[in-house]
C-alpha cells in the first residue's frame, strides 16, 4: 500500500497555505526527551498551517483584506494622551462608533493592536481595516486624538512586503503588567472578519509535493524529516 500523507490547506483571500506530512505517532510512556521533540516538532508544523499561533491567526485575518488591506497609526497627541490601558481602549472605541455611524449598516472588517512600548513609548494604536470600508481620508476626519498615517499592507518603502511581514511585527509587543496589561490579547478582530475565513481543506494524499503557481507572489517553503515522519509546508499569494 502507498504511503498516505496528512494534507491540510488553509485559504484567506489570495493566501494559500498548505502542509503535507505523514501522520506523527502518539506520544507514549517509553519515549525519550529526543522521541518528544521529533514528534512535538512534527505536530507543530501541522499547527502553523491550522493557525493555532497568534502570528499565524493575525497573517489569516490580515490576508481576508486582500490588496485592500491599509494599516493605519492613530496617534495621539499631548491633550488627548491616555494615561492607562483602558483610556486607550475607549478612545478606540469611540473612534470604531464614529466609524461605524458613517458607514450606517455596511458595517466595518477591522484588526486592531494597542502598543505603547517602543518608539516614543507613548500609546498608539495600529488598525487594519480595508481601505474601500474605511478610506484614509475618513479615518483622519474621524479619528480627533491626534495624527493618522496609513500605507497599504502588501507594499512597504516600496517593496512587496506581504501578510506575515505585519503579522509579525504586530505580536512583537508582549503584556508587561503596566503599560500592557498582563492577559490582554496583543490584538482583536471584528466578527464580520473573522466569519469570512473559510474551513481548512483536508485531505489523504499519495503525495508529498506541493505545487505553488509560477506566478506566485512571496513564495514560502520548508521541509523537515526525523525517524517519525516527515513534513513539507508551503504559503504563498495567488496573483
Known amino acids: 500500500m502507498d504511503e498516505q500523507f496528512y494534507c491540510v490547506r488553509q485559504r484567506a483571500g489570495k ?17 525519550t526527551d529526543e522521541d518528544r521533540r521529533c514528534k512535538a516538532d512534527l505536530k507543530k508544523q501541522r499547527r502553523t498551517v491550522l493557525n493555532r499561533e497568534s502570528t499565524d491567526r493575525l497573517e489569516l485575518m490580515i490576508a481576508l483584506m486582500g490588496k485592500y488591506a491599509t494599516h493605519y497609526v492613530l496617534e495621539f497627541d499631548d491633550e488627548h494622551l491616555p494615561k492607562n490601558f483602558a483610556n486607550v481602549r475607549k478612545a478606540l472605541h469611540a473612534f470604531l462608533r464614529r466609524v461605524e455611524r458613517f458607514r450606517g449598516e455596511k ?7 494597542i502598543e ?17 470600508q474605511l478610506p484614509p481620508v475618513v479615518a483622519q476626519k474621524l ?7 496609513d500605507w497599504p499592507v502588501l507594499r512597504r518603502y516600496g517593496k512587496v512586503r506581504g501578510f506575515r511581514y505585519l ?33 481548512p481543506e483536508i485531505w489523504l494524499d499519495s503525495s508529498n509535493h506541493i505545487a505553488i503557481p509560477e506566478d506566485a507572489l512571496l513564495q514560502r517553503k520548508c521541509s523537515g524529516s526525523n525517524q517519525f515522519g516527515s513534513y513539507c509546508v508551503a504559503s504563498w499569494i495567488e496573483p
Open 167 to 199: 503579522a509579525r511585527y504586530l505580536t512583537k509587543e508582549r503584556s508587561d503588567g503596566v503599560v500592557i496589561p498582563v492577559g490582554r490579547h496583543p490584538w482583536s478582530c471584528s466578527r464580520s472578519l473573522r466569519a469570512k475565513l473559510p474551513p
Open 143 to 149: 479619528w480627533a486624538c491626534g495624527a493618522v498615517t
Open 15 to 31: 493566501l494559500v497555505k498548505e502542509y503535507r506530512g505523514t501522520i506523527p505517532p502518539r506520544y507514549a510512556p517509553s519515549d
Open 107 to 113: 458595517g466595518l472588517d477591522y484588526i486592531p493592536v
Open 116 to 132: 505603547g512600548l517602543h518608539g516614543m513609548h507613548r500609546y498608539h494604536i495600529h488598525l487594519i481595516a480595508d481601505y474601500r
